[in-house]
């Protein structure tokens, strides 16, 4: 157990609709980050929060956006979803110095 | 641009023998390197890792070997057990941002 939680584990909706992923970090950590892994894919950076602020971007669609709230936990929204958005989305945390802790991951199905 | 490269998409090792993964980098800004193990609807769990400025760093059966002039580094593990037969991903990245992964090597553990 990483005690990085992730909810829900599976998701399944239809083309167009927005969903949320919720992410919560190990206890002390301060950085959340998402990453996704397509099919037969390795993991891609999404984003990264530290404290609440926004710190890096990678290939983040502008359909998709998140943010980390008071309590450190980070919540990942999806809009407007694409048949091409069904993915393995996962989330890690990690303290300043030191290797990043991910959640067991949210199955997203579009249908 | 694939930043990390995992060349060997799966390896098969008798048990009680030494396994051997591979990674290669281009990208010379990076300064740690990690090893994750990966089962089935799990997330990848951090196995070991290397900061830039050693070129060897061992924890139980597992080694990781680093050779900065190659841009390239393994992870070793002896003895092999059924247990290790999960995907074995490379990571990278420098001050303590996004990681960037390889594309995962299946490691299968043969009795």
């Known amino acids: 157990d990483s005690g990085v939680t992730q909810t829900p584990k599976h998701l399944i909706t239809a083309t167009g609709q927005r969903v949320t992923l919720r992410c919560s970090p190990r206890?002390?950590?301060?950085?959340v980050y998402w990453y996704q892994q397509s099919l037969d894919q390795g993991l891609q950076f999404l984003i990264q929060y530290y404290n609440g602020e926004e710190r890096a971007k990678g290939n983040i669609l502008e359909r998709f956006s998140a943010q980390q709230f008071p309590d450190l936990h980070s919540e990942l929204n999806l809009s407007s979803l694409e048949l091409g958005d069904s993915a393995l989305y996962f989330c890690a945390s990690s303290v300043a110095e030191g290797p990043q802790h991910f959640g067991d991951g949210t199955r997203l199905s579009i249908l | 641009d694939q930043q990390v490269k995992q060349n060997s998409p799966s390896l098969s090792v008798q048990e009680g023998r030494i396994s051997i993964l591979n990674c290669d980098y281009t990208n010379s800004m990076f300064d740690y390197f990690l090893w994750y193990k990966k089962y089935p609807a799990e997330g990848p769990t951090f196995l070991i890792s290397i900061s830039s400025i050693k070129d060897k760093n061992e924890d139980g059966r597992f080694t990781v070997f680093l050779n900065k002039s190659a841009k390239h580094l393994s992870l070793h593990i002896v003895p092999s057990q059924p247990g290790d037969s999960a995907v074995y991903f490379c990571?990278?990245?420098?001050?303590?941002?996004?990681?960037?992964f390889g594309t995962g090597t299946r490691l299968t553990i043969i009795p």
């Open positions: 206890s002390g950590d301060l950085s």
């Open positions: 990571a990278a990245n420098f001050g303590n941002e996004k990681l960037t």
